[in-house]
T-cell receptor, first 115, second 116 residues
Framework: SQKIEQNSEALNIQEGKTATLTCNYTNYSPAYLQWYRQDPGRGPVFLLL?????KEKRKERLKVTFDTTLKQSLFHITASQPADSATYLC??????????????FGRGTQLTVWP | GAVVSQHPSWVICKSGTSVKIECRSL??????MFWYRQFPKQSLMLMAT?????????EQGVEKDKFLINHASLTLSTLTVTSAHPEDSSFYICSAPRDKEGQPQHFGDGTRLSIL
């Protein structure tokens, strides 16, 4: 069966450290892998997108890696801050084109950054 | 600022009531919008794909007569939960892709539906 697993339900780290979140998938062939941030009672907010032929993407303090052999993506937040505390969602897109933009989500990892 | 607006943000109503949720793209046209449902501590589950000018495509297990979708214009899709019951209580979220490639998607802020 198809699965998207995010390594842990919760991750607690100290401010200034690097947070690393893991997303593993089985029985998917994603064209894209995306990471979203979701705050309580809010909709997800897009952070980064990485394509199947890309290994790494960076945006400010965020970095995403994508290993299609391992079927895994790692999401890093460097120099973490309490404001980074939220739930982070991994999402896969298996099709191409706007009519095939169905997203499949993991359950998310709730990150807490403490001062 | 928000590019997808969802309204209302929360609804509390009696069992048997029908509830309409609106999803608007604010500064772009969306021929396709998506509707998701999220239970506490669970992942977002795609319910249906809303297509402007044509019928929605529902995911397996989602009753199309229960969850009516209308995408009458390029900026508005509506989800109507008909004759809602307590088990329909959930967080409903819509999304729309902004560009032709379809990714990434922009999400509304969700509608918390509570059926008494």
């Amino acid at each position: 069966s198809q699965k998207i697993e995010q390594n842990s339900e919760a991750l607690n780290i100290q401010e200034g450290k690097t947070a690393t979140l893991t997303c593993n998938y089985t029985n998917y062939s994603p064209a894209y892998l995306q990471w979203y941030r979701q705050d309580p009672g809010r909709g997800p907010v897009f952070l980064l997108l990485i394509r199947e032929n890309e290994k790494e993407k960076r945006k400010e303090r965020l970095k995403v890696t994508f290993d299609t052999t391992l079927k895994q993506s790692l999401f890093h937040i460097t120099a973490s801050q309490p404001a980074d505390s939220a739930t982070y969602l991994c999402a896969l897109v298996t099709g191409r084109g706007s009519t095939l933009g169905r997203l499949y989500f993991g359950r998310g990892t709730q990150l807490t950054v403490w001062p | 600022g928000a590019v997808v607006s969802q309204h209302p943000s929360w609804v509390i109503c009696k069992s048997g009531t029908s509830v309409k949720i609106e999803c608007r793209s604010l500064d772009f046209q969306a021929t396709t919008m998506f509707w998701y449902r999220q239970f506490p501590k669970q992942s977002l589950m795609l319910m249906a794909t809303s297509n402007e000018g044509s019928k929605a495509t529902y995911e397996q297990g989602v009753e199309k007569d229960k969850f009516l979708i209308n995408h009458a214009s390029l900026t508005l899709s509506t989800l109507t939960v008909t004759s809602a019951h307590p088990e329909d209580s959930s967080f409903y979220i819509c999304s729309a892709p902004r560009d032709k490639e379809g990714q990434p998607q922009h999400f509304g802020d969700g509608t918390r539906l509570s059926i008494l």
